[in-house]
């Protein structure tokens, strides 16, 4: 079998130093510092076949992005090796920086003050590309991403939305192998992050692109990931399907329903909940796979007037999957 990445024993060691209160201790640390090792990654296995999609999850500071800065080359591991494409990242080859890309939701690689169009026609420099191909796959994906109108408009006035389709247009301009994306979707409405996984589903269907995508939102590696990673502390503790790990964490969503007008008896649900008489608004804990048949049998009891669904905290289920893991082995 041949792997786009593969890691053994990776590990990654960040060295901090105790910063005691007040003036005096500060300047005696000069001199006497005690410092402090905190492993980000811990021996981390992996082998990662092409033309998938790897959803990485994890809680904030699990190490997500660490690994991901040195699968794509900005900072070294402590110890262990890496293999991506047949090079080590942190070598920062030409040839291995050509192949592969990397897109950090929370941070802009294009230039704020220009246009995207401009913005592109510099990374195809910098890329040392044909002008005219690269011109070209720029109106492909504009057009697959649905932001042709806004491409010469300053990347300043565009909405966030805009903004990230933009910076994926810039990552995916010189055709990367592997494409590393860090909460691609974060902080985007609705509409927005549909979008974006239409299109990165389609892209990775067609071009073949292996894709490690880390977020917050559920939603982005149910319906994306083939292949889940959890990360806890620095650790893999699962390395599966999605599916499975769905039906392992039982992931619970908040469902508030208002109704145009309030029942005026009890009126009692297939899943073990009830509609209160004389109330518009009713809010039930479902499991996930209860979602739709729940909406459905409402909707034969009134007309829904408004419908809102909040997720578990992420960092919750999380939580519940590890404590499942520990009380299975």
Sequence with gaps: MSYVIQTKNLSRIYQTYKKPEGVINSLKGFWQRQYIERAALKSINLEIEPGKIIGLIGANGAGK???LKIL???????????????YNPWERNYKYLRRISLLLGQK??????ISPLDSFSLLARIYDLDLQVSAARVQELAKL?????????????????ERMKME?????????????????TIGLDIVAQSTIREFLASYVKQKRTTVILTSHYMDD????????????HGEIV???TVKHFINKTSIKQQLVVVLEEAPTRAIGLSIGKSLIPGQKEHSFEIENKELPQLIAEISTHGKIQDLKIVETNF???????LETESRVF
């Design 72 to 86: 794509s080359g900005l900072i070294a591991p402590s110890a262990g090796s890496v293999n991506v494409l047949g």
């Design 221 to 232: 590696i149910a319906k994306l990931a083939d292949q889940l990673l959890l990360i806890s």
């Design 315 to 321: 960092e919750d289920v999380i939580r519940h999957f």
């Design 108 to 113: 802009n690689q294009l230039w704020w003050d």
């Design 238 to 240: 699962y390395n599966g």
């Design 145 to 161: 991403l649905k932001c042709s109108h806004v491409l010469e408009t300053q990347l300043r006035r565009l909405s966030l939305g």
């Design 168 to 184: 994926l247009i810039g990552a995916l301009l010189h055709d990367p192998e592997v494409l590393f994306l860090d909460e691609p």
């Design 65 to 67: 992005t660490t690994l």
